[in-house]
């Protein structure tokens, strides 16, 4: 439901709530996301009202992006045992070729400079999620056979430009008229209960299909920590957000993260203006 549609007392609650934030600063707890969504109906107290307009940027936070609430379970094995193996930290011709073929199926990895780094890890992160491979961010043999078969995963929307949130595979992919045009590798909520402040709340990413209403390009300040470059799409504070670090399992504290040079290329190319669809399944 749109504000405009809402009561003034229901406006005022939901733009607290707005500014939950999923980065924690302070302790690895994921941050309350509003009634429908806790065990308690009282969402945490002491967030900021919602700007009417895009703020400036703020210095970066150092913290590093909370840890699971569980072990993280994958499917498939790990690929990294292979002696010609790529991974993080590699150079050359190779690490090129690779990032140029994870570009051409439309993973997102930022340059192709030959230099296997955080956003090639990501877009590996990715591919393998889509394959049905453990996300090890290695790249060996079943990874390679998963490149040169071009697995790609497939949208449910057919016609229209939105963003598509597949929670099972952890996964972001920006689709136009039903073919993917981007893919990357997310991290959403653990769907686990949390305790805050004598509260009981769960970190989930609520599915159903949503609406960008709301963005503030800049870092947000929220109760318990800072979202970067969020665009929220769901009214109980739910983000397409960046963050410092996103593992390739569930660990955020309900919003669906990407890295912040991700973030920064769907700000950049407005990919995901305001209106913008969000499909999450």
């Keep these: 439901m749109k504000s405009r549609d809402l009561s003034a007392s229901v406006v005022c609650a939901a733009l607290l709530m707005l500014a939950a934030g999923c980065g924690d600063g302070q302790e690895p707890t994921p941050t309350p996301s509003g009634p429908s969504r806790a065990v308690t109906s009282t969402p945490p107290p002491g967030s900021p009202s919602a700007p009417t307009t895009d703020e ?75 394959a049905g491979l453990r996300p090890d961010g290695v790249v060996g043999a079943k990874t390679r056979a998963a490149l040169d078969d071009g697995k790609r995963p497939d949208p449910r929307s057919t016609d229209g ?24 590798n997310t991290s959403t909520g653990t769907f686990e209960r949390y305790t805050h402040q004598g509260k009981t709340y769960l970190a989930d990413t609520p599915r159903g299909r949503w609406t960008i ?31 410092t670090s996103v593992p390739p399992y569930p660990a955020s504290h309900g919003c669906v993260c990407v890295t912040l040079p991700a973030m920064d290329w769907l700000w950049t190319q407005d990919v995901l203006p305001k209106k913008t669809r969000v499909w999450v399944y």
């Design 213 to 243: 209403d709301w963005q503030v390009d800049g870092w947000r300040d929220g109760p318990l920590g800072r979202l970067y470059r969020p665009k929220y799409f769901q009214e109980q504070g739910i983000a397409i957000h960046g963050y």
């Design 56 to 130: 400036t940027p703020t210095p970066a936070p150092t913290t590093p992006f909370p840890p699971p609430l569980s072990s993280p379970s994958s499917p498939g094995t790990p690929d990294g045992d292979a002696q010609d193996a790529l991974r993080r930290g590699d150079t050359g011709a190779a690490v090129r070729a690779l990032q140029e073929r994870l570009d051409q199926l439309g993973y997102w990895v930022g340059k192709s400079d030959g230099t296997f780094g955080l956003l090639t890890e990501q877009a590996v992160y990715a591919l393998q999620k889509a």
């Design 161 to 184: 430009h939105l963003a598509e949130v597949d929670l099972d595979r952890q996964l972001l992919m920006i689709v136009d008229d039903g073919e993917v045009r981007r893919i990357f």
